[in-house]
């Protein structure tokens, strides 16, 4: 397991790429590589982030630009293999513009950008980015966005109900999401998408370590 | 080759909240404006493209509305086009 290496993919205005390394390399002695987003060998890397920030200036709608790079169409082979895909933030959003996970992400409710810390209920440890094995069903993670409020029609909000897709909720919705959704999965379960930042809760010292185990199970085969 | 002149309008989905349009409305509202039942924002997206006649033009400006400019989770889109 020592070489296994986490891509980290860099658009240009990409801001959480150097935190997520930060956290997997400092904290949990994890190998990472940044990719550039034009890059499309993926071949030496076992896992991939998508990081937070506002790739292509969020042009158009978020993640709708990011979608079309060499890198995110490179990226349909490599879920398929069954390769674990972390979307964090701006790389939820490009997940639902891609079509690898349902929904969309617009603007919130009440139109502000949206930084502070936020309570989580883990609905599904599907695909294992959860279920730290505790009795803990409840997670405090930041969150810091503008264009969270997730979005779906009433069928595609049954099939992620009745397909336990729903990874996290909120327990104060604060961006008016619907059924209070904060991030969710796709069926296998190796791509998982959410708003709050893991990487950003991963030391006592910066206020808590909530998001460890969510990056931790990156490793997760 | 023809040249045709494209507008592209994409709206937010009715069912869509939108919240910008209801600040919008509010401001509309505090200026003095009255009667305003409803008040949504959207994009105009101009385009100018050439083809071989309408309906290739059609076709290129369907595929760019549907996989590019709109996201049809949430966004409905509408064209109107001119010949040059």
Redesign the interface.
């Known amino acids: 397991m020592d070489d296994f290496t986490v891509g980290i993919v860099v658009f240009p205005g990409s801001n959480c790429d150097r935190d997520v390394s930060w956290a997997l390399e400092g904290c949990l002695d994890i190998r990472t590589k940044y990719l550039w987003h034009e890059s499309s060998d993926l071949s030496d890397v076992d896992a991939i982030v998508l990081p937070g920030g506002f790739s292509y200036g969020d042009y158009l709608r978020c993640g709708a630009i990011a979608r079309f790079s060499l890198l995110i169409n490179a990226l349909e082979e490599f879920v398929k293999s069954g390769k674990r895909v972390l979307g964090i933030c701006n790389g939820f959003q490009i997940l639902t513009e891609s079509g690898f996970l349902p929904g969309a992400l617009t603007a919130n409710k009440n139109l502000n950008f949206i930084c502070d810390d936020v309570e989580l209920d883990i609905v599904s440890s599907k695909g294992g980015w959860f279920n730290d094995g505790s009795e803990k069903q409840t997670i405090k993670l930041p969150i810091a966005h503008g264009e969270g409020r997730y979005y779906c029609d009433s069928d595609t909000l049954k099939k992620l109900v009745d397909n336990e897709l729903i990874a996290l909720r909120y327990k104060n919705n604060p961006n008016g999401s619907s059924f209070d959704i904060a991030g969710i999965t796709n069926k296998k379960g190796n791509v998982l998408g959410l708003m709050p930042h893991p990487e950003r809760a991963c030391d006592e010292i910066i206020g808590g370590t909530d998001g460890l185990f969510t990056l931790k199970s990156l490793i997760l085969k | 080759m023809d040249q045709f002149a494209v507008k592209v309008f994409v709206r937010?989905r009715p069912?869509?909240?939108d919240?910008?349009g209801e600040?919008t409305k509010s401001a509309s509202i505090k200026l003095g404006a009255e009667g305003i039942k409803s008040l949504r924002i959207g994009k105009m997206i101009e385009v100018k493209i050439e083809g071989n006649g309408e309906n290739e033009v059609r076709e290129k400006i369907d595929l760019l509305c549907d996989r590019?400019?709109a996201?049809t989770?949430?966004e409905d889109y509408e064209y109107s086009l001119e010949k040059l």
């Open positions: 937010l069912s869509v909240l919240p910008a600040a590019l400019f996201n989770v949430i």
